[in-house]
């Protein structure tokens, strides 16, 4: 699987609509099971962190 671009990052980021703290916790949250599954991808595609 390809490695998301800082790109595709920025789109995440602006196109998902919710407060900042929200928005900080899915970052966490997403990349915490992308380093549990040790993949590019936590499966939650279009949310932030992912």
Do not use: D
């Amino acid at each position: 699987m390809p490695r998301p671009s800082l790109r595709a990052v920025f789109q995440n980021w602006n196109a998902y609509e919710a407060p900042l703290r929200t928005k900080m916790a899915l970052v966490l949250k997403n990349n915490a099971i992308k380093l549990k599954n040790r993949s590019n991808c936590c499966g939650n595609h279009g949310e932030p962190g992912c």
